[in-house]
């Protein structure tokens, strides 16, 4: 389910993006650093569109703004697949606080 969601955020995000800018559904796909296409404003919408279809689909929000203090090589942000790591944690910590 979670793939399905971060694939459904990136059509969503890319429409609104120019094609130079547009993120690959690839989970390498670098979204902070030197290798990045997307800028904030695209980081920004992708983070908000993924807020809004997981709360939508699975009724959790997934705690994405916490992990803001610093670019390093764990963090969230670093690719789709790390961003897709960190919310399978992260949901399951929500998944436990709501039994």
Do not use: C
């Not at 609104?16 to 695209?42: A, F, H, Q, V, Y």
């Amino acid at each position: 389910m979670i793939d399905d969601i971060i694939y459904s955020v990136i059509e969503v995000v890319n429409k609104d993006l120019p094609p130079e800018m547009r993120l690959s559904p690839e989970w390498e796909t670098p979204l902070l650093g030197d290798n990045s296409k997307i800028d904030s404003m695209g980081i920004v919408s992708l983070l908000a569109e993924l807020e809004s279809q997981f709360s939508e689909k699975l009724g959790l929000v997934p705690d994405i703004w916490v992990e803001w203090n610093g670019i390093d090589g764990s963090h969230p942000l670093r690719s789709l697949g790390t961003l897709r790591s960190y919310l399978e944690v992260n949901l399951q910590t929500l998944k436990g606080d709501s039994n």
